[in-house]
């Protein structure tokens, strides 16, 4: 693993490119920045499993009202009526 250890006083440049270092204005500091595992790319259109659909959290619309089990149940009876089974 590659490391690096900059000592510096955090200035304006450096509280500018990174805002967090703000509250250290004027500070003297130490800064190391470590090499990380690189994320692997995902898939740009990759499809939900099952799993994942039924764990998504659904927003709904704003002012919508929430839905009750009988709307639930009609909307399930609905799909099943309108399927080509």
Known sequence: M???KVQTTVDEATAAAIPAF????GKRVELTASQTKA???EPAERK???DELLTRRIDAPAGA????D???Q???VAGALSANL
């Open 2 to 4: 590659n490391a690096i």
């Open 22 to 25: 703000r509250p250290l204005l």
């Open 39 to 41: 994320e692997p790319a």
């Open 48 to 50: 939900l499993t099952l």
């Open 65 to 68: 009202p929430p839905l009750t």
């Open 70 to 72: 009988d709307d639930i």
């Open 74 to 76: 009609r909307a399930i």
